[in-house]
């Protein structure tokens, strides 16, 4: 990155960190000292009663920080003629809201009106990774919750056909580097996909490939399978990967097989950076889980809001 970029980049950063309020470890130490032992009690009981809640809360909290920062927005409901985010075009798959609901409940019930929708997102996501093997940390904390939420904005969101320009500039324009994108791309170990997703790979690619030639043929056929050009079954799809209920590093290896879902997964080996970051990943565990961890505090950053809702779903 030339030093203009990292300049402009960092001055981005800091405009939009300093739009929200300015976190840290302690914040609840007073106010609400048990808050995040309630939610991780709240969202240990939902994953023994459904697998599939930690990657819908860690996508939740990904597409609540990249739309107007880490504000919870994703989780307001539609309202009278404002189609909210959760009803926009990108919402396939978005689930588990019950989830925060409850974890909200129980923090009201012990300190009501202390402890915003954003942060407890933020905790279902960490301790998400957590019940699934993957790494903790410390969630820093103090976001507060917006009063805005619009579905045309989740035209914000980086589509899974994105190139890796295209992925560059959505991360950079929120203070994210090619490394937190790689890292962050890891997320991808866990959970499932609509053929909606990665069609597009799979028939008439492009005027000299049916299929996309960067997938391995095998898996490519195993795919057309599942998401045939017709009569294709309602809600058809794939998990991420086959350990798709274990946070590990096999999203990398799978990306160097040709057998990822996405382009936008794939494109990661399209420039030397973001493909040495994908081979290292791949390889050591230990450097992908030190990176995701690092990358899901700096998005986690990005804050936004100005209140503490009182139900997730509707402004105070
Ligand atoms: C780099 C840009 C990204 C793109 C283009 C992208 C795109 C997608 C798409 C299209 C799906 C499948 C939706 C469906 O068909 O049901 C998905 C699922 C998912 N994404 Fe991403 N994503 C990106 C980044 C991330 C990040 C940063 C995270 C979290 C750190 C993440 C976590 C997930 C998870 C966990 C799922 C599975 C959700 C579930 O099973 O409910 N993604 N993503
Ligand atoms: C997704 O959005 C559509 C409208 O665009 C809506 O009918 C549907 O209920 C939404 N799904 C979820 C899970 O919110
Ligand atoms: C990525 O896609 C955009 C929009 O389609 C295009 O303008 C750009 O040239 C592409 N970049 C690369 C590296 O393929």
Known sequence: ??????????????????????????????????AESIVAKTVKDAFSNDKTVPAALLRLHF????????????????????????????????????????????????????????????????????????????????????????????????????????????????????????????GHTLGFSHCSSFRKRLHNFDSTHDVDPTLNPSFAAKLKSICPLKNQPKNAGTTMDPSAATFDSTYYKLIIQGKSLFSSDQALLSNPQTKSLVYEFATSREAFYKAFVKSMIKMGSITGGQEVRKDCRVVN
Not at 4 to 16: D, G, H, R, T
Not at 111 to 139: E, H, K, M, N, Q
Request: with cysteine; hydrophobic share 40%; aromatic share 8%.
């Open 1 to 34: 990155m030339s030093i203009m970029a990292e300049f402009l980049s960092l001055m981005l950063m800091f405009s939009v960190a300093s739009i929200g309020n300015s976190l840290s470890l302690n914040y609840y130490e007073k106010t609400c000292p048990d």
């Open 63 to 186: 597409h609540d920080c990249f739309i107007r920062g880490c504000d919870a927005s994703v989780l307001l409901n539609s309202r009278g003629n404002n189609k909210a985010e959760k009803d926009g075009p990108p919402n396939v798959s978005l689930h588990a809201f019950y989830v925060i609901d409850d974890a909200k409940k129980a923090v009201e019930a012990s300190c009501p009106g202390v402890v915003s929708c954003a942060d407890i997102l933020a905790f279902a996501a960490r301790d998400a990774v957590y019940l699934t093997g993957g790494p903790t940390w410390d969630v820093p904390k103090g976001r507060k919750d917006g009063r805005t939420s619009k579905a045309s904005e989740t035209i914000q969101l980086p589509a899974p056909t994105f190139n890796i320009s295209q992925l560059k500039q959505s991360f950079s324009q929120r203070g994210l580097s090619m490394k937190d994108l790689v890292a962050l791309s890891g």
